[in-house]
T-cell receptor
Framework: DSGVTQTPKHLITATGQRVTLRCSPR?????VYWYQQSLDQGLQFLIQ???????AKGNILERFSAQQFPDLHSELNLSSLELGDSALYFC?????????????FGPGTRLTVL | TQLLEQSPQFLSIQEGENLTVYCNSS?????LQWYRQEPGEGPVLLVT?????EVKKLKRLTFQFGDARKDSSLHITAAQPGDTGLYLC??????????FGDGTTLTVKP
């Protein structure tokens, strides 16, 4: 158990819908990262937040957005969903300005878009 | 854009064999991590290497960071079925970005 929690574990929805994925980092971690993992694309970095502010951005679509709240939990919002958005979504956290950026991953949310 | 290339993409071996997987980039990283992921679960951190030429051992796993901090290797001695999984390397730059390789899927047959 990494100490990072993600909900829900599974999510099934239809094209055009909007969903919200939730992540709680390890106690004491200020950084949260979101990743998308598809069968044919590996682990793709989406976005990083540090203490409530966006710190780094990867290949995140405009239909996707995220935020980190004062209690440090984070939410990833996916809108106008398409079939290709079906994937595992992982959240990871790391120690405050961790020198080596060692990330601890949650169990993931499996999103299926029908 | 920093790219990390892992090879081989797939590896299937018999229990007891040795293997090496590679992680290469044209970019310099301030640190590099190796993770292991099982199907349907999140990646689990195995090791972090930070110094060029550094070698770290974790039981039967040996990790090496290249002298120029652009590449790394993972060597497993006497592989066991429990070593089966997806092995991912990730490079971290001073700019705060992490880049993950596409991974090596290892299958160890009993």
């Amino acid at each position: 158990d990494s100490g990072v929690t993600q909900t829900p574990k599974h999510l099934i929805t239809a094209t055009g819908q909007r969903v919200t994925l939730r992540c709680s980092p390890r106690s004491g971690d200020l950084s949260v990262y979101w990743y998308q993992q598809s069968l044919d694309q590996g682990l793709q970095f989406l976005i990083q937040y540090y203490n409530g502010e966006e710190r780094a951005k990867g290949n995140i679509l405009e239909r996707f957005s995220a935020q980190q709240f004062p209690d440090l939990h984070s939410e990833l919002n996916l809108s106008s969903l398409e079939l290709g958005d079906s994937a595992l979504y992982f959240c990871a956290s790391s120690t405050p300005l961790g020198e080596y950026n060692e990330q601890f991953f949650g169990p993931g949310t499996r999103l299926t878009v029908l | 854009t920093q790219l990390l290339e892992q090879s081989p993409q797939f590896l299937s071996i018999q229990e007891g064999e040795n293997l090496t997987v590679y992680c290469n980039s044209s970019s310099v990283f301030s640190s590099l991590q190796w993770y292991r992921q099982e199907p349907g679960e999140g990646p689990v951190l195995l090791v972090t290497v930070v110094t060029g030429g550094e070698v770290k051992k974790l039981k039967r796993l040996t990790f090496q960071f290249g002298d120029a901090r652009k590449d790394s290797s993972l060597h497993i001695t006497a592989a066991q079925p429990g070593d089966t999984g997806l092995y991912l390397c990730a490079g971290f730059t001073n700019a705060g970005k992490s880049t993950f390789g596409d991974g090596t899927t290892l299958t160890v047959k009993p």
